[in-house]
């Protein structure tokens, strides 16, 4: 049973500061029913048209991204393990990567639009939710899972993690990445320069998490945290007069200068800056996003 306080209202829902669960959710929250339609042939379509071909867009950042994630995995990772499950893969770009790193990859997929992408990449792909019938499905256990973009969009973040962790050898490693909200900088915003909640998006965003809210959820759901870190605090364009929110044109602009700078960060004589720098953001609870890796022990 949900309980606690709401503590805003977005798109007719209540958002709920839940002490059941541990971080904020809407109230009430979706039935996998109903969102099952939404993401098997809606989302691309008509929440996201532009999403496939905005990553192909801005694919030289995101192989970037990507091989943060991979090279974090690949420190920690005995030996040559190179097993990955890719859960809401999407179009596949992460699982390419993966491949050109020499990993094996999976993924598992509902948009049918993301998953046939996705395919046409060269990437093994289950077109399906990720629920008990899949996960029985998926017969071989894997080194590393990869749950980007994923938890804030489903009714039980914890049962996916348990799930996630089934699939998991010991010692296998789980990436876990979700929008950082309710963070310090949204804090100012919100009580120093009049913002609204603008980061509240219901139904599609069911969870709001914290860097300590989802990192107390691994916990729980039995991973050990190992490591923590940011992606570029986008909302720092907010806090500098840049006010992108509803302003696709402006937002797209300042997409574009955090991709640039995330690209020249990743140059030799200054990546390893940028990795402390962002592992320093996230101990702060700064960061657009936040990245954090549990293993299974």
Known sequence: ???GN????????GILECETCGFIHIDPVPTRDELVKVYRE?????EKPQFIERVIEDLRWWETVYDDRYDFLESKLAGRRRRILDIGCGPGYFLKRGLERGWKCLGVEPSRQAGEHAKSLGVDVI????DDSTASSIKERFDAVHLSEVLEHVPDPAEVLKRAMG???AGGILCSVVPNDFS???KVLTDKLDFKPYWLAPPHHINYFTFRSLSELMRKTGFRVIGKTAMFPMDFFLLMGDNYVGNDTLGRASHARRKRLDIMLNEPELKGFKNELYSLMAKHGIGREMVIYG???
């Open 6 to 13: 709401n503590i805003e209202k977005a798109n007719g829902y």
């Open 184 to 186: 310090p900088v949204q």
């Open 42 to 46: 809606e989302y691309y379509a008509e």
């Open 127 to 130: 077109n399906a939710f990720f």
């Open 295 to 297: 293993v299974k022990e």
């Open 167 to 169: 699939l998991l050898d």
């Open 1 to 3: 049973m949900h309980r």
